[in-house]
């Protein structure tokens, strides 16, 4: 059974910076990626890294966030940085069986953790 745990959401000042983890267990992905979702709005992706660590942001967080893994530990990271109360959202982990990360698309989903960043 496939599982997906995140960890290290939280409340945090703009500018500010949280590092998000996702450990995974059951098997093994080639593609993993962080999604959020803000009330009101659609999930999207944040970030997503291959397992030799090609990557793909949303423009909305490139040069803020980076997404890294450590393979021998099966899990995905996202370390953000210069948070902006826009970026306050419910962060959802993902792996992906497919290899692709600029047509990422998941096939299992984390419970998601919630990120809100004042002003």
């Known amino acids: 059974q496939v599982q997906l745990v995140e960890s290290g959401g939280g409340f945090v000042q703009a500018g500010g910076s949280l590092r998000l983890s996702c450990v995974v267990s059951?098997?093994?992905?080639?593609?993993m990626g962080w999604y959020r979702q803000a009330p009101g709005k659609q999930r999207e992706l944040v970030a997503a890294i291959t397992r030799g660590g090609g990557t793909n942001y949303a423009d909305s967080v490139k040069d803020r966030f980076i997404i890294s893994r450590d393979n021998a530990r099966n899990t995905v990271y996202l370390q953000m940085s210069s948070l902006k109360p826009e970026d306050t959202s419910v962060y959802f982990c993902?792996?992906?069986?497919?290899?692709?990360?600029?047509?990422?698309?998941?096939?299992?989903w984390g419970q998601g953790t919630q990120v809100t960043v004042s002003s």
């Open positions: 059951g098997s093994t992905f080639n593609a």
């Open positions: 993902s792996a992906s069986r497919g290899i692709a990360v600029k047509s990422y698309v998941p096939d299992y």
